[in-house]
């Protein structure tokens, strides 16, 4: 009899031979901060030198204040976080982390001028110095400060015991097909296939 092996089995085995794709960056704050906030992918700016170049610039931002701020206030970020650490997917992202190639990336960037130079720009951008600058008469952020009177915030997290989305990620734990993906999204950890029959 031919035997039925579970499509979650495959999956970590899948993900090792395919990687995904890198994500694309971020274009604006709030992209920025739904990257940051991804179990995930959240790892990637520092993995590679140039990804962090890119972040480092982001943070720098003053937009990145109001933008977090929101999404610190908002039980759905709380509720994907939750959700994301119990994903294969942020075994994978830092378990990247033991592979010597990043380790090489950062040793070449503490010997490369052009990194130090990048970092040293993004400080001095006269741009984002006057931005922080007027950060406290910009609109978002007097919108963020609204938010704190505003009842459906309040009426969301008390919601969040009731959501669907909750119930999932607290069931999550039970789940024993969950803890062998994670296994499987560790280098070293994907069980040999057996030989086929002859």
């Keep these: 009899m031919k035997q039925i092996i579970p499509l979650i089995a495959l999956t970590p085995a899948l993900a090792l031979a395919n990687p995904p794709a890198a994500p694309a960056t971020p274009t604006s704050a709030e992209g ?40 610190m206030m908002n039980p759905q970020t709380s509720m994907n976080m ?5 994903s294969p997917a942020a075994m994978n992202n830092y378990m ?13 960037a503490g010997m490369d001028p052009n990194f130090y130079t990048a ?21 978002r952020m007097m919108n963020m400060g609204m938010q704190m009177m ?4 309040y009426t969301n997290w008390m919601m969040v015991p009731m959501s669907p989305q909750m119930m999932n990620t607290l069931m999550a734990p039970m789940n024993p097909a969950g803890y062998g993906a994670i296994m499987g999204a560790m280098p070293g950890m994907v069980p040999a296939q057996p030989p086929a029959a002859k």
């Design 32 to 71: 920025w901060v739904a990257k940051m906030t991804d179990p995930t992918q959240n790892a990637s700016a520092f993995k590679d030198p140039k990804n962090f170049v890119q972040w480092s610039g982001a943070m720098m931002n003053p937009a990145m204040m109001p933008a977090m701020g929101n999404a």
């Design 150 to 153: 505003n009842p459906a915030l």
């Design 82 to 86: 939750m959700a994301g650490m119990m």
């Design 96 to 108: 990247q982390f033991m592979d010597p190639g990043v380790s090489m990336k950062w040793m070449a």
């Design 119 to 139: 970092l040293m720009t993004q400080m001095m951008n006269p741009a984002n110095l006057m931005g922080w600058m007027m950060v406290p008469m910009d609109p």
